[in-house]
Nanobody, 114 residues
Framework: QVQLVESGGGLVRPGGSAELSCQASGMIFVIGNMAWYRQTPGKQRERVVLISKGGNINYEDSVKDRFNASGDIVRGTLNLKMNNLKLEDTAVYYC????????WGQGTQVTVSS
C-alpha cells in the first residue's frame, strides 16, 4: 500500500501563485512515476504534470512555463509551484503515484477567483 498526503491549495487571486506538496508513505519503493492531476465537476480528470523515476518531467501544454514541478520519486515527494494562475486553473488537484497499482491522494481544492 502507498498513502499520499497532499497539502496546499486554497483561494488565490488571478495572476497569483500557490504551491502544492505531496508526500508518499508506505511501500514507496514500488512507485515508478508520480504526477499531479486536476478535475472540475463534469469534466474528465486530466494530468497536469508527470515525473518519471528516470527523471523526465512532462507538463500539460496549458500549464507549461507557468507551473514548475519538482520531486524525488525515491523519497516519495512531489511539489508543484503554480505561477500566474488563471480562472481556468480552478480545480481539485490530486497527487498520483503509479506502481503495482495507481494510488491517489484525497485531493486539494485550488480556487482562482477575484
Amino acid at each position: 500500500q502507498v498513502q499520499l498526503v497532499e497539502s496546499g491549495g486554497g483561494l488565490v487571486r488571478p495572476g497569483g501563485s500557490a504551491e502544492l506538496s505531496c508526500q508518499a508513505s508506505g511501500m514507496i519503493f514500488v512507485i515508478g512515476n508520480m504526477a499531479w492531476y486536476r478535475q472540475t465537476p463534469g469534466k474528465q480528470r486530466e494530468r497536469v504534470v508527470l515525473i518519471s523515476k528516470g527523471g523526465n518531467i512532462n507538463y500539460e501544454d496549458s500549464v507549461k512555463d507557468r507551473f514548475n514541478a519538482s520531486g524525488d520519486i525515491v523519497r516519495g515527494t512531489l511539489n508543484l509551484k503554480m505561477n500566474n494562475l488563471k480562472l481556468e486553473d480552478t480545480a481539485v488537484y490530486y497527487c498520483n503515484a503509479s506502481g503495482h497499482y495507481g494510488y491517489w491522494g484525497q485531493g486539494t481544492q485550488v480556487t482562482v477567483s477575484s
